[in-house]
T-cell receptor, first 114, second 115 residues
């Protein structure tokens, strides 16, 4: 299965600023996703990163707050914009080949907004 | 829309005890089912997955899960737990037909195994 490198692994940011998280997969994958895992909670899907087109966002998440890029089949970025303390969370990248394949997860980015 | 329910939020067991974690899903079409584990301080790892065929699936570290379609369930089992199994366990479902190929996770079960 694919191996995912995600960076940064952690960051402490000032409110009102933005952070871009990078996700690099070691092989071409069909599907890439971004999740959020808030402290003590499960994973919530933010969006599906579509190669060459706009991401598909889940209910409660918008492009202005979480712009996503996916320029090719191995790389994606998630930006957390205009951050507030409520954005403090772990952000995870996931990748897979679609139906009948499992999904691999990156090690996550632990974001703290102060 | 797909959803997953995990009934046990916190489970405490002694070493060598048997484990069964409940998972029920809601989805009207074909699904793939997964169990992931997150050890303290580590990232999510795939324990096992069901796509089709034999409903009894064996995964890593002695874990297994049984897909019961009539009950929309995919319970995780292990006959004898070890202290090293202390972790959080997540059940996840992927709707294959019309589900957008996205994983939906349950709320997780925190397992603590005591010596």
């Amino acid at each position: 299965s694919a191996v995912i490198s995600q960076k940064p692994s952690r960051d402490i940011c000032q409110r009102g600023t933005s952070l871009t998280i990078q996700c690099q997969v070691d092989s071409q994958v069909t599907m890439m996703f971004w999740y959020r895992q808030q402290p003590g909670q499960s994973l919530t899907l933010i969006a599906t990163a579509n190669q060459g087109s706009e991401a598909t966002y889940e209910s409660g998440f918008v492009i202005d707050k979480f712009p996503i890029s996916r320029p090719n089949l191995t790389f994606s970025t998630l930006t957390v914009s205009n951050m507030s303390p409520e954005d403090s969370s772990i952000y995870l990248c996931s990748a897979g080949q679609g139906p009948n394949y499992g999904y691999t997860f990156g090690s996550g980015t632990r974001l703290t907004v102060v | 829309a797909q959803s997953v329910s995990q009934h046990n939020h916190h489970v405490i067991l002694s070493e060598a005890a048997s484990l069964e974690l409940g998972c029920n899903y809601s989805y009207g079409g074909t699904v793939n089912l997964f169990w992931y584990v997150q050890y303290p301080g580590q990232h999510l790892q795939l324990l096992l997955k069901y796509f089709s065929g034999d409903p009894l699936v064996k995964g890593i570290k002695g874990f297994e899960a049984e897909f019961i379609k009539s009950k929309f369930s995919f319970n995780l089992r292990k006959p004898s737990v070890q202290w090293s199994d202390t972790a959080e366990y997540f059940c996840a479902v992927k709707g294959v037909t019309g589900g957008g190929n996205k994983l939906t996770f349950g709320t997780g079960t925190q397992l603590k195994v005591e010596l």
